[in-house]
């Protein structure tokens, strides 16, 4: 069956630049979670939906950084006026049930971002 | 605070041997626990939770582990190794559902598993 997508799988961009990231969760899921992973470190939360309702958005590192869920499928992660530090792979993850509800969260591949 | 442990970045086993990969966490709450692998340029794929009950749980790919609170252990184990279980292998912990932190999981650094034919 259809698992969690992202694109693109890999975006370069020069420091200063905006990117966007999208991410297509399992169909049906509630909640959706973003993780960032930094090269030989595990996973770092940075925001968590609950259908379109951003619950927690407490591990995005600066302002820089804007998720949404306008209609609580598909996520964008954005991230404006790129700095080196944000080079990392941007995780991707769904859970079927809400808060409170101890499902298993099923990730993308990911995107990887290299900021020149 | 939360967190999570994963003490060998690297573990090495002969295929057919039994393999165990180590992880230690802390919460302040009732702990909840996932088993992640890896595969190169793939996301993480799910393989097995403890929540509640049993402390022996039973997962994908023949692969289980043991809850053990006394010693806030959750290794990951598998009586015998195939090549094909080569890849990056990650712990991962969520805390009760509270105010501040609504189901993210804290993932350890991740174990690289390597298993010769």
């Known amino acids: 069956g259809a698992g969690v997508s992202q694109s693109p799988r890999y975006k370069v961009a020069k420091r200063g630049q905006d990117v966007a990231l999208r991410c297509d969760p399992i169909s049906g899921h509630v909640s959706l979670f973003w993780y960032q992973q930094a090269l030989g470190q595990g996973p770092e939360f940075l925001t968590y939906?609950?259908?379109?309702?951003?619950?927690?958005k407490s591990g995005l590192p600066s302002d820089r950084f804007f998720a949404e869920r306008p209609e609580g499928s598909v996520s964008t992660l954005k991230i404006q006026r790129t700095q080196q530090e944000d080079s990392a792979v941007y995780l991707c993850?769904?859970?079927?049930?809400?808060?409170?509800?101890?499902?298993?969260?099923?990730f993308g591949p990911g995107t990887r971002l290299t900021v020149t | 605070a939360q967190s999570v442990a994963q003490p060998e970045d690297q573990v090495n086993v002969a295929e057919g041997n039994p393999l165990t990969v180590k992880c230690t966490y802390s919460?302040?709450?009732?702990?909840?626990l996932f088993w992640y692998v890896q595969y190169p340029n793939r996301g993480l794929q799910f393989l097995l939770k403890?929540?509640?009950?049993?402390?022996l749980v039973k997962g994908s790919y023949g692969f289980e582990a043991e809850f053990n609170k006394s010693q806030t252990s959750f290794h990951l184990k598998k009586p015998s190794a195939l090549v094909s279980d080569s890849a990056l292998y990650f712990c991962?912990?969520?805390?009760?559902?509270?105010?501040?932190?609504?189901?993210?999981?804290?993932f350890g650094r991740g174990t690289q598993l390597t298993v010769w034919p």
């Open positions: 939906f609950q259908n379109e309702a951003q619950l927690d």
């Open positions: 993850a769904s859970s079927l049930g809400g808060r409170g509800l101890l499902y298993e969260q099923y």
């Open positions: 991962a912990v969520r805390d009760e559902d509270r105010g501040s932190t609504l189901g993210r999981l804290y």
């Open positions: 919460v302040s709450g009732n702990p909840y």
């Open positions: 403890y929540i509640t009950g049993d402390n």
